[in-house]
C-alpha cells in the first residue's frame, strides 16, 4: 500500500485525476465526489468526475455538477480519461463491480488508486485506502481525509463544504442514524461555518419533487405498505407498470423505504421494486437488527447494518415470497 507521505508528495504537483462513484449515485456520492473535486481544482489539478450511470435530478444543483461525465452517455470520453489518469479516487464504494463496465477500467489503468469508503469488506485493488466503516458518510471521510490527512481545512471554501454538507446530511437520513455521532455533529456545524448553507441544501434536496414523484409516493404508502405486526416489520412492493404508469425516473424511489421505519414499533422495512433485468432490495432496520445480514445471505448484496441493498434475478413474486419467509428466522431479533 502507498504511504500517506508518498500521496501527499504525489498531489504537491498538478496531477491528471479521475473522481468516480458507485452506479445510481446517491447524495453521498455526489457529495463526496463533487466536494474532492471541487478542493483539487483550487491546487491545479486536471480533475474529472465520471459517474457510471445517471443520477437523480435533485442532486444536480451542487456545485461543480455541470462538470461531471456520465459514463453510459460518453464512453469514448471516460475510457480515455481513466486510460491516461495518474491518479483515480474511488469515493463511496469498495469493490470495482459497483461501478459496472467502468470497473474493468479502472482495474486496467497504472494509475494510483485512492479508495475513500465507509462499506464492509473492501476489495484490493486501491494503493491507498482512508477507511472506515463506523464512519456515516464517505463525505465526512472526504472531510477527515482534506483536514485531518493533507493539513488543507483552508481550502474547504464554500463549494467544498455545501457537497460534504450534502453527502452527510443525506447519507445519515437527516442525521437520525445510530452513527451520527457528536463528532459528525461538529464536522456538520464546521461545513456551516465554512459556508454550507444548511437549510438551503435541505430543501433542494428534500423540497424538489416532480409531482409524479408525489403522485407515486402517495400511491406507495397507500396502496402497497404491506405491514407484518408479527415481525415488526413492513413491505412497499413495486412491479415495472407501476413505474411506468408514474412515470419514474432516477432517483423517485430514493427514501421510500424509509417511510415504513416511521411506523410505532417497526425494526425492519423493506422496499422492493422490479426493474428491467432483474429485481432491486432496499433494507432498513433500527438498533442492532443486521440489514445487511439479510442482504448478503439471500440477496446478493450488503451494506450498513441499519441500510443495506440487494439484487435478484428471480421474478418479483418469488422475490417477495423468499423476503416473507426469512422473518420468522429474525423473529426474535425483531420482537425484543
Known amino acids: 500500500m502507498l504511504e500517506l507521505a508518498a500521496l501527499k508528495e504525489f498531489l504537491e504537483q498538478p496531477r491528471r485525476i479521475v473522481i468516480t462513484t458507485h452506479h445510481k449515485p446517491d447524495g453521498d456520492a455526489m457529495g463526496s465526489s463533487l466536494g474532492l473535486y471541487n478542493y483539487l481544482i483550487q491546487q491545479g489539478h486536471h480533475a474529472k468526475v465520471i459517474t457510471p450511470t445517471d443520477y437523480p435530478d435533485f442532486l444536480a444543483w451542487m456545485p461543480g455538477n455541470g462538470e461531471v461525465i456520465i459514463y453510459t452517455e460518453n464512453t469514448k470520453e471516460s475510457a480515455e480519461l481513466v486510460a491516461n489518469a495518474e491518479l483515480i479516487f474511488c469515493l463511496d464504494f469498495n469493490t470495482l463491480s459497483r461501478i459496472n463496465e467502468l ?27 482512508h477507511w472506515d466503516i463506523n464512519a456515516c458518510a464517505s463525505a465526512q471521510l472526504v472531510y477527515d481525509f482534506i483536514v485531518n490527512q493533507l493539513n488543507n481545512k483552508q481550502l474547504i471554501n464554500k463549494d467544498v ?36 448553507v444548511n437549510w438551503h441544501i435541505h430543501d433542494l434536496v428534500y423540497s424538489n419533487m416532480s409531482e409524479n414523484r408525489l403522485r407515486f409516493l402517495g400511491h406507495c404508502l397507500s396502496n402497497k405498505l404491506e405491514v407484518f405486526p408479527e415481525f415488526n416489520t413492513t413491505l412497499i412492493t413495486v412491479n415495472r407498470e407501476e413505474l411506468e404508469k408514474y412515470q419514474v425516473e432516477t432517483g423517485d424511489t430514493e427514501g421510500i423505504v424509509n417511510y415504513g421505519l416511521s411506523l410505532e414499533g417497526v425494526r425492519l422495512t423493506a422496499f422492493i421494486v422490479e426493474r428491467k433485468d432483474k429485481v432491486k432490495l432496499s433494507l432498513r432496520s433500527k438498533g442492532e437488527f443486521p440489514a445487511n445480514e439479510i442482504c448478503k445471505k439471500y440477496f446478493n448484496g450488503g451494506g450498513h447494518r441499519n441500510a443495506a ?27 425484543q
Do not use: W
Open 103 to 129: 470497473g474493468e477500467l479502472v482495474r486496467a489503468s497504472n494509475a494510483v488508486k485512492v479508495m475513500i469508503d465507509h462499506h464492509l469488506e473492501p476489495e484490493d485493488f486501491d494503493d491507498y485506502r
Open 309 to 335: 441493498g440487494g439484487e435478484s434475478t428471480d421474478s418479483l413474486e418469488q422475490v417477495i415470497n423468499k423476503f416473507k419467509l426469512i422473518l420468522p428466522e429474525y423473529k426474535k431479533l425483531l420482537i
Open 161 to 196: 463544504a455545501t457537497c460534504l454538507y450534502t453527502g452527510i446530511m443525506t447519507d445519515s437520513a437527516s442525521f437520525k442514524l445510530p452513527n451520527t455521532t457528536s463528532g459528525v455533529h461538529r464536522i456538520a456545524a464546521d461545513l456551516i461555518d465554512l459556508g454550507a
